[in-house]
């Protein structure tokens, strides 16, 4: 069946950087988009950014432009979402999710199979 | 840039309809979709290209786009239904999500 497997829980010092891979299975990973999608603590969902696994390519929200780096490796079928300079405010379930899109007749583009999530604690 | 606005809450009885709201400028010329988020699951996409439901997702999820506003309703709304409700939309390159709804069945 298709899924997303996430990597386990993280503690981070303010500052430091944390790496989140997501490894998909069950479909083939270059033909979807991988987004990423944080929650935290009582706050709604916040979109961060998308991937194409097959060109590389990326567009990130503004927040977060210069901030999150998101890169795959198509040999191990994973993707992977970097967030540096940590702050208290990053605390957060981050998400991994499968994205359907194309043209039918409009454009659509959504989140169809999610991650688990990963749970990441910036604290000094 | 785009924004989408939802209600921050909507309570129902079991057994009655929940309509949960989601405005944005012309949304109704984009595709809307829904996604249900539990407490410590991962979201759940309920609806797709503003009608469509996945499969699994009950009959009694259907959804709406017209104007500046997508419509989320669950009829005969179960306790099982509790839970937060995003919208979401494609503009610009870019996923734009409502601040979302709690829903509350009592």
């Known amino acids: 069946q298709v899924q997303l497997v996430q990597s386990g829980a993280e503690v981070k010092k303010p500052g430091a950087s944390v790496k989140v891979s997501c490894k998909a299975s069950?479909?083939?990973?270059?033909?979807?988009?991988i987004n990423w999608v944080r929650q935290a603590t009582g706050q709604g969902l916040e979109w961060m950014g998308w991937?194409?696994?097959?060109?590389?390519?990326?567009g990130y929200a503004q927040k977060f432009q210069g901030r999150v780096t998101m890169t795959r490796s198509t040999s191990i079928n994973t993707a992977y979402m970097e967030v540096s300079r940590l702050t208290s405010e990053d605390t957060a379930v981050y998400y991994c999710?499968?994205?359907?899109?194309?043209?039918?007749?409009?454009?659509?583009?959504?989140?169809?199979?999610w991650g688990k999530g990963t749970t990441v604690i910036v604290s000094s | 840039s785009y924004e989408l606005t939802q209600p921050p809450s909507v309570s129902v009885s079991p057994g009655q309809t929940a309509s949960i709201t989601c405005s944005g400028d012309?949304?109704?010329?984009?595709?809307s979709y829904w996604y249900q988020h539990k407490p410590g699951q991962s979201p759940v996409l309920v609806i797709y290209?503003?009608?469509k439901r996945p499969s699994g997702i009950p009959e009694r999820f259907s959804g709406s786009n017209s104007g500046n506003t997508a419509t989320l309703t669950i009829s005969g709304t179960q306790a099982m239904d509790e839970a937060d409700y995003y919208c979401?939309?494609?503009?610009?390159?870019?996923?734009?999500f409502g601040g979302g709804t709690k829903l509350t069945v009592l």
């Open positions: 979401q939309a494609w503009d610009s390159s870019l996923v734009v």
């Open positions: 999710a499968r994205v359907s899109s194309g043209y039918h007749p409009n454009y659509y583009y959504y989140m169809d199979v």
């Open positions: 069950g479909y083939t990973f270059s033909t979807y988009d």
């Open positions: 991937m194409n696994p097959l060109s590389g390519s990326t």
């Open positions: 290209q503003d009608v």
């Open positions: 012309k949304l109704g010329d984009k595709y």
